[in-house]
Structures are given as C-alpha cells and as structure tokens.
C-alpha cells in the first residue's frame, strides 16, 4: 500500500459499516469514500468489503490490516491523552455509546454526584439499542458480553426488568411491552403467558416503555430502577419471573493505558454501583393486593 491515508477509510467502513457512516466519521463525501476504497480494493486485487445485511463486512484481505490500523490509533490517542495536557479549557473527548434508559436512570445522576471524576473529561453520549461491539464509540455499555473482537471487557452491573401495574391487572389486559424481535426473551414470553395476548403497544426502548405506560395507564414490563420512582406502580404477580439483564462495559485493548478511558471507566463503575445502592430493598416484594 502506497498511500497510507487509506487505512483511515478502511477504518471508518469498518467502524460504520456503511459509507454514509464512514463519510460523517471523516467529515467529507460519501463518493469520496466509495473512492478510496475501490482504489484500496483495485491496489489489492480484491474487494475490501462485501456487502452483508447489517452492512459492508471487511473481507478477509484486509481484516488484518484493519486490526492493525485500529491499533495504531487506540495507541496514538492514549499517548496524546497521556500527556497530562487536557483541561476543562481543552478536555478529553470520549464517545459513549449506551441504552437511552442507563444513560437516563445511572448515568445521569452521576453528572452530579461525581462531576470532579470527570475533569477534563467531555462525554458525548449516544443511544445505542441494539449492535454488538464498538463501532465507532470509544466506550460501549451493552446487554451480555461482546462476542468477539479485542476489546478489554467488564460486567458493570445489571438491571432487573418486572411485570408492573397501575392497580390489579387481570390476564386477558392490555399491556405495553417490546417490539417483536424481543418477544423471544424469556420476560416478554412470560407477560404474554401472562396476559394471554400480544401487547397493545410496542416498543424498543425502556425509556420509551415507561413513558407509554404511564401515559395510559396500562401494565407493562418497566427496569425495577425506573419503578421504584413511581408509588402508584406494583409488581403484578410475584410468581412472574423476572429478566435479569447483565450490562458490560468495553473498550478497545489498545486503550488499556489511556487515561481518559481510565477515567471515565472508574465513573461509570461508580455509577452502577450508586444505582445499587439507591435501589429500595422492597422494590422485589412491593406487589398489587
């Protein structure tokens, strides 16, 4: 390879996974993108990417190349935030990619408790429902453990997701509960067992559920952290098994040692650990009589 900016468009499709995606990481064109990477892929004799459902996949030419690159950055930017240089004036900057409701129920309560663990720190926080991996977020908090890559890994804490009311519920009710491709989760297959039918309304976020149920009072499924805020909610039946949904914080291994991600790691650790201890102990018992 003769011109070694490439490797940062291979990078950027890698991370995006698409070339929309790509151009917005770079701050240029999507036709620039397509570009250098049909150059790249004329240069190696073989397409750099093939198209797969959930986007452009590197193949496997250049998916050690790309490993490669992805390392030389991690380590660049851990030197530069090494140098002890940022302030409030010029922070580090971290993209943290996380569920809307963990950024609302844990994360956002410790913008205050702990502002001083963040100094010279600049969140941008993203929501991120559904993927598996980094992409192109410097920190990721995600439900189970990544399935692959190499990316240093910790189980930060858990959430544990009920069946709730606004008063008795009968089976047969209608209720708010997940979109259809989470109706394979064991707490979406025991409230249908439950009510006896799909829910009335759906949706992919908790923050979003929550809003829903208490818009219309129906039942529905809520995180125990969220329902501890409302009085007016009980658990329906305490036979109705809960979801318990371990939440893992990763990064990539080749920023082990910055201290940026150092830093903001030890903050989230602390904000999980807050939830824990803010969570009432008779949120599991509080039933509808």
Known sequence: MTNWDDLRFLVAVSKAGTMSGAARLLGTNTATVSRRIERLSDTLGTPAF?????????????????????????????????????????????????????????????????????????ISFHDRIFGDGLGDHDIVLQLGAPSSGRVITRKVGAFTVRVYGYGKAAPGADWVGLTEEHDAHPIMRTAQAYFGKPPRYRTDSLHALSSIMQATRLPGLMAEQTAAQDPDLAELDPDLAPQVAEIWMLYHESRRTDPGIRLTADWILQCFQDAADDLPETTAVRTCA
């Open 50 to 122: 093939v198209k797969a459902a959930d986007g452009w996949q590197p193949s496997p030419q250049v998916a050690k190349l790309i490993q490669l690159a992805q390392n030389f950055d991690g380590l660049l930017q851990s030197a530069l935030n090494a140098r002890g240089t940022h302030s409030e004036a010029a922070p580090v900057q971290i993209k943290l990619g996380c569920f809307p409701i963990v950024t609302r129920e844990i994360l956002v309560p410790g913008l205050e408790r702990h502002a001083k663990a963040l100094t010279g720190i600049s």
